[in-house]
C-alpha cells in the first residue's frame, strides 16, 4: 500500500528557498516515476517536477533553473528544492508515485499525500 507525508511548506519572501521532502513508501523507486504536484486555489492542479526510474528529470517551464527534484532511494524520500520563489508558486504542495513512466498529468496518478503549503509573499 503506497504511503506518502510531504513536508517542509512554509511562508517565505519572495527570492527566498525551501525544500519540500515527502517521505513514501510501498512504491518501487527503480520502476516507479515520483513527482511533484502543486494546486493554487481555483487552480488546476499541475506537475511542477518527476524522476523516472532511471533517474532522468523533468521539469515543467515556470520552474526551470529554480527547482530541482531529487530522491533518496535509501530513505525511500523524495525532495524538491525550491529557490528563487516567486509568489505564483504559492500553491499546496503534492508527491506522487506513478508505475513506470513520469507523466505530467495529474489524473495518471492514483496516489496522494495530504500536501504541505507553500507561500511566498511578495
Known amino acids: 500500500q503506497v504511503h506518502l507525508v510531504e513536508s517542509g511548506g512554509g511562508s517565505v519572501q519572495s527570492g527566498g528557498s525551501l525544500r519540500l521532502s515527502c517521505a513514501a513508501s510501498?512504491?518501487?523507486?527503480?520502476?516507479?516515476?515520483m513527482g511533484w504536484f502543486r494546486q493554487a486555489p481555483g487552480k488546476a492542479r499541475e506537475g511542477v517536477a518527476g524522476i523516472d526510474g532511471a533517474g532522468v528529470l523533468i521539469y515543467a517551464d515556470s520552474v526551470k533553473g529554480r527547482f530541482t527534484i531529487s530522491r533518496d532511494s535509501a530513505q525511500n524520500t523524495l525532495y524538491l528544492q525550491m529557490n528563487s520563489l516567486k509568489p505564483e508558486d504559492t500553491a499546496m504542495y503534492y508527491c506522487?508515485?506513478?508505475?513506470?513512466?513520469?507523466?505530467?498529468?495529474?489524473?495518471?496518478?492514483?496516489?496522494w499525500g495530504q500536501g504541505t503549503q507553500v507561500t511566498v509573499s511578495s
Open positions: 506522487a508515485p506513478r508505475i513506470s513512466g513520469c507523466s505530467a498529468s495529474p489524473d495518471q496518478y492514483n496516489y
Open positions: 510501498g512504491y518501487n523507486a527503480r520502476r516507479d516515476c
